[in-house]
């Protein structure tokens, strides 16, 4: 099946199908993750090692803000957990904040919308939420979904934003954290959606809105842990809301990093929990493809940004660049990615979710340096 039919599938039609076609090898980890700790540190310790001197390494006062600040690893391999360790203040049972980690749980939860048949990706943003600039009603949930809007969005953070300048400080902080989707919808376009790729928190809290207008009304408010995080069994999971009640879809999940990690077995598992497809047959293989826009026209685009449906990527862009954004990392892997270091690493070829949360500030810590040294921990294990 090709992507363009799968995506034009996927847009027309919720899947009927109701199975998970291959359980996992181990119990789902609905309320436990099966322990493999004791085993791996006994046969692995010189790598587990090499992972800590990298990865927890912080010292000084907290607010020196210096160094890599790890605060929380989980390693899960085949279904395991193989590793696990907590920085300073943190521990199992302390949920973090995800950041924009948040994007890839929208990302998701567009996919269980589109298998209910709530949402169509073609659908204007305007059948679902009104639109503060009528042009605006040219945006799709597909265009959302790609960071395609093509609205003249400013993503500047602490050290290169003000509430004035910053749209994204605005919406999380400022004017915009009473009603995000009228605040969103308030900019003006620099291109026609679907012709260009800018990372974008409006984005993807513009597709919350539009999901809350779609499914409230048959779910109730709750509709992101009816329909996923309850589902996965993610009970230290929160989600902040805007003034209007609609979940910040870009920015604001917490949870615990064992919580988090059900999430990456969930894509490691095609969407599937527990016996149910939860999201539409073939979801997250297209989630994991490099979206059109980015390889037509990108704005501040960076080695590393490589994109599919809110998924960072480890892949090449046809036409654009050639070298995968994570070398040491199998081509093919991909994550969610949040602010301050924050990150669920999924790599399919070696059935292996790496979580880690993390308070990073001074640009120090290299994703690809860190998944590399997580590698090395499951080398060899059976």
């Not at 998701?108 to 679902?128: F, P, R």
């Not at 999971?237 to 990093?257: N, Q």
């Not at 994570?326 to 949040?338: I, T």
């Amino acid at each position: 099946m090709t992507p363009l039919f799968l995506a034009t599938a996927l847009a027309l039609a919720p899947s009927a199908r109701a199975d998970c076609p291959t359980p996992p090898t181990t119990p789902w980890p609905t309320e436990t993750w099966p322990d493999a700790r004791a085993e791996v540190a006994a046969a692995r310790s010189a790598q587990i090692q090499a992972l800590e001197d990298y990865a927890f390494t912080l010292q000084g006062k907290d607010e020196e803000r210096k160094g890599v600040r790890t605060d929380g690893v989980v390693i899960i391999h085949k279904g395991r957990v193989v590793y696990e360790r907590y920085g300073r203040g943190f521990d199992a049972s302390k949920r973090h904040l995800a950041w924009s980690m948040s994007k890839s749980f929208t990302s998701a939860l567009v996919g269980i919308a589109v298998k209910q048949g709530a949402v169509n990706l073609d659908d204007s943003i305007c059948k679902h939420v009104k639109a503060k600039r009528q042009d605006n009603c040219a945006i799709t949930v597909r265009n959302l979904l790609e960071f395609a809007s093509g609205l003249d969005w400013r993503e500047d953070y602490e050290n290169g934003g003000t509430y004035q300048t910053s749209s994204v400080l605005a919406m999380l902080y400022g004017e915009g954290r009473r009603d995000m989707v009228s605040f969103i919808t308030a900019h003006e376009r620099s291109d026609e959606p679907g012709t260009s790729w800018r990372y974008s928190s409006g984005d993807a809290t513009l597709l919350a809105g539009v999901l809350d207008s779609a499914l409230r009304p048959s779910v109730g408010k709750d509709w992101p842990f009816v329909l996923l995080l309850d589902k996965l069994g993610m009970k230290s999971a929160t989600w902040e809301r805007d003034g209007k009640g609609v979940v910040v879809g870009s920015s604001y999940l917490h949870a615990t990093p064992r919580d988090l990690a059900k999430f990456g077995f969930f894509y490691l598992n095609d969407g599937c929990w527990a016996g149910e497809q939860v999201l539409p047959e073939g979801w997250v293989t297209q989630s994991t493809q490099v979206s059109k826009p980015i390889q037509r026209k990108s704005y501040e685009r960076g080695r590393d940004d490589v994109q599919g449906w809110q998924w960072w990527l480890n892949r090449p862009i046809l036409g654009v660049q050639t070298e995968l954004p994570f070398p040491s990392v199998p081509e093919g892997a991909y994550a969610a990615r949040g602010h301050w270091g924050q990150s669920i690493s999924i790599i399919p070829s070696k059935e292996l979710i790496v979580v880690r949360t993390a308070d990073d500030r001074d640009g120090s810590f290299s994703l690809d340096t860190f998944l590399k040294l997580a590698l090395a921990v499951v080398e060899e294990l059976p």
